[in-house]
């Protein structure tokens, strides 16, 4: 297997959890006395751009079916979070009736239905028909497609360039992350702006959060290899926030490589933090199966 990255092969496991049924997989009454389906969970890391990622083992739409059964909405707290952002980007952005929004991953509409209320027109891209409905009787307009060049190409063909794409929690998510980031490439405006929420690498190593791995999860990122994939896009960062949610996340800013905008402090001290954690040696990936099999 080589990283889906950089394309270097991968040859040092980070962690390896056995075997496991798809999280999401629920199973009906009927299905209780078939067997159940069983993938490998086993992570590697790349010494090249020190991306984590799963072993190579299924396809994505056999993890995001029509019968999707996680709802963002369900979570009060969740939704007090993508509220504070919205207001928050919003008014950084000056975001109003003339701006286009897109969400990359828009569940049930948990978030776009802040953009809807205030009036700033906007497109969910969602997948699976279970939470793209839910989001249609909101009234937020959806593609059920899986994001890509292809799509951001037809988008762009369309007029519907984006001044803001949200995309939290899909990022990890993605089997071809270089492909999506073309997608986000090309579907934003020349002054656009790209937010992306994930779950921090430094801080799952730090605290042992091996339950958080699973097989939806195709990537664990660190911001030293989210600069490597967006400057391979012609993209850069130029800002990041640090946040609690999921065991400790990045909320990245992004926007096109030749954008007049300085990049702030927070983009070195992250990458200064994760230098002095370690993510740039391989003995931090290598003891982290010792940490796993000793907490088990």
Known sequence: MNCRHCRAPLEHVFLDLGFAPPSNAYLSVADLNKPELYFPLKLFVCEQCWLVQTEDYAEADQLFNRD????????????????????????????????QVIEIASNDGYLLRNFVAAKIPCLGVEPTDSTAAAAEKLGIPVMREFFGKKLAEC????????????????????????????????????EGTITLEFPHLMRLIEHTQFDTVY???????????????????????????????????????????????????????????EARQGLRDLDTYHAFQIKANRAK
């Open 68 to 99: 999707y059964a996680y709802f963002s909405s369900v979570s009060q707290s969740w939704l007090d979070h993508a509220a504070r952002y919205v207001g928050m980007i919003t008014d950084r952005l000056g975001l109003n009736e003339n701006s």
């Open 155 to 190: 988008l762009v063909g369309e007029g519907r360039q984006a001044d803001l794409i949200i995309g939290n929690n899909v990022y990890a998510h993605v089997p071809d992350i270089n492909d999506f980031t073309a997608g986000i490439k090309a579907a934003l405006k020349p």
């Open 215 to 273: 097989h939806e999860h195709f990537s664990y990122l660190s911001l030293q290899t989210v600069c490597r994939i967006f400057q391979q896009a012609g993209l850069r960062i130029y800002d990041v926030e640090e946040l609690p949610t999921h065991g400790g996340s990045l909320r990245i800013y992004g926007c096109h490589a030749e954008k007049s905008i300085s990049a702030t402090s927070a983009v070195d001290a992250v990458l200064a933090a």
